[in-house]
């Protein structure tokens, strides 16, 4: 909820402890507030470094690849998805995912949360 946080720097933080690299080997974008703009300003960070025809890892969570992906596309930068952070299980229908329950409340609110999103960012343009 605080503004002046950004998620980037816990994010590089977190990635120079996992990795092991060195804080000049991060390059961290804290300038946007959502991820229309993150795309925006990573491909200005890509074209400063002349690296606009590199591929890239994009990395979030599975319920909002699909919006992320085709921001970055619009921005001409060539991805590589990799998606984290499933939610629900996998392979076959199971009708405890519709039930009511507070984790079925969770998910479903993250479902609609990337529907209202993805109009949204339609609507405006910015995919």
């Not at 996992?18 to 961290?28: F, K, M, N, R, V």
Request: aromatic share 12%; with cysteine.
């Amino acid at each position: 909820m605080d503004q002046t946080l950004r998620e980037a720097h816990f994010l590089g933080t977190y990635s120079q402890t996992l990795t092991g690299a060195y804080s000049q080997e991060i390059i961290l974008e804290a300038n946007s507030r959502n991820t229309y703009e993150n795309a925006i300003e990573t491909a200005r960070i890509l074209d400063s470094l002349d690296l606009k025809e590199q591929k890239v890892l994009l990395i979030t969570s599975a319920s909002h690849m699909a919006r992320a992906l085709r921001c970055f596309k619009k921005q001409g930068i060539l991805v590589i998805p990799f998606a984290v952070d499933f939610r629900g299980q996998q392979g076959d229908w199971n009708p405890f995912w519709i039930l009511p329950s507070y984790a079925s409340l969770e998910d479903w609110n993250i479902l609609i949360k990337e529907w209202v999103g993805l109009l949204t960012y339609r609507l405006t343009g910015y995919i």
